[in-house]
DNA sequence: CCGATTTTGTTCTCACGTTCACAAGCTCCT
DNA sequence: AGGAGCTTGTGAACGTGAGAACAAAATCGG
């Protein structure tokens, strides 16, 4: 196992005590892929079937894995179930973690309405929008309220993740404003890179990046030829900026 | 993903004459960046303006930069416009890429009516699902047709991307009739991992996956103590997966 | 009880990504 | 014209990540 305390050179970089962030991001997956097998009533699964499952090669999960502790048997494989809440407890969804999500336009809707968001892990305990034209909505099960109660609603429910879900500009102030009512972690829909001080951890999901980044791709496969044709600096066709998914006024 | 054709060994992946996967994802950012720039009416840029402006360090910027060309100019910067189009070019967004979004849930429903998504570099040409509930159904200045007729209309538009907002379940048959249409870059937002045949490029947007990446980081700032208290293996509290957002009936 | 078989945990090596540091090249001022 | 001052483009060093390969440990059959 090796805990790995003190820092070989050579060794990688791991966060605190352990496990790599590459691997961090994995463990969802693999989360993700027990509870399917679970689903199936398997009781039991090698390396092989979880890396097939959770679409990596069996080595990288093993290795992934026993950042963990040793929690395979040798001949045998993992169990599902212990493997499964080991995972969650490294994780640390075992336990609730309070959310509050600010904007609610065309995707803070579809957020607040997902019913599968509230159910492990995770739960929603606020809606907050600075439009007063929003605010008093229903949405699902809960009301929509004023941006302005971010404050009391953090310290009362000790919430540490925020999700902003906002257009680009009011993000950053968003952003400021959680960070000081003392949320430490930020989901951030919004098309701006937000600054934010040491010790938060900020990140990023932008749906227009995603799809230039298949256009490369695709650009790539359909003829190089086309790329040559193109004249050095036209019109431009006013190609503005590619603002991503992040609706309604806003906070 | 990836092609990788030839590879010598030693030199960085590049995805046929360069560019390394990791600089092709920061270059959205870049462009925007630009864009913002350029909005505010600067006509030249350093490497530090523009790496402050992207949120990454002035080195790697001018080395993502430097694999599209010398673009730059030693003892000024960049002249925004010019670079901008050389990274719109180099990405693909000067031309219009046809998207179809397939199952029109809540998030459907989301990014069906964002109206910047239809602006520059990428149209929606079909809002589609398998209900017949929804179908008809007015979303934005778009009416939502049957799933059925996606071979038809892959054909006619010549879609060359394709978004999947269905729940998980439906996720890889969707999949595999989009792949069959023709369809080669799929941006996917169920919780699934959908194999899809060489030549054909998937990413992969999953909610549940960045609040548990947080959840985590989180869980090493509020002491660690309290993970050693937790039981081996308790209830386990009906943990099952923690499904991301993709909503309604679906295909 | 022992050997064959299976599958994990880990080591070793190579590829990829990031950052530093600096020479090359441009502009501007004197 | 020439030197001072910037800023780019890139070579080299370092750190992180991925995959192959194998030794260690467990089960099973005889």
């Given at each position: 196992m090796t805990p790995a305390r003190s820092r070989r050179p050579g060794a990688p970089t791991?966060?605190?005590r352990g496990i790599p962030e590459a691997t961090?991001?994995?463990?969802?997956v693999y989360l993700r892929a027990l509870t399917a097998l679970s689903d199936n009533g398997i009781a039991t699964a090698s390396s092989e079937d979880l890396a097939t499952a959770a679409g990596v090669n069996s080595a990288?999960?093993?290795k992934d894995l026993s950042y963990l502790g040793s929690y395979g048997t040798r001949g045998v494989g993992y169990d599902v179930e212990y493997l499964r809440y080991q995972i969650a407890r490294e994780i640390g969804v075992t336990q609730?973690?309070?959310v509050v999500i600010v904007g609610i336009g065309n995707l803070g809707h579809a957020l607040a309405n997902?019913?599968?968001f509230g159910t492990r892990g995770f739960r929603i305990v606020a809606l907050l929008d600075a439009d007063p034209d929003l605010v008093g909505e229903q949405?699902?099960?809960m009301v929509v309220r004023d941006f302005a109660e971010l404050e009391d609603i953090v310290a009362a429910d000790d919430v540490a993740i925020g999700v902003i879900t906002t257009p680009?500009?009011?993000?950053?102030?968003v952003c400021d404003r959680l960070v000081n009512?003392?949320?430490t972690s930020i989901l951030n829909f919004a098309p701006v890179v937000l600054s934010v001080p040491d010790g938060v951890d900020i990140r990023k999901v932008d749906l227009s990046i995603e799809l230039q980044i298949l256009a490369y791709h695709e650009q790539r496969k359909s003829g190089e030829a086309a790329l040559a044709q193109v004249p050095e600096l036209p019109a431009m066709n006013g190609l503005t900026d590619f603002p991503s998914v992040g609706g309604g006024v806003g906070a």
């Open positions: 791991r966060t605190e961090v991001a994995r463990l969802p990288k999960l093993r609730d973690w309070s997902y019913s599968g949405v699902g099960d680009a500009g009011p993000a950053q102030e009512a003392g949320v």
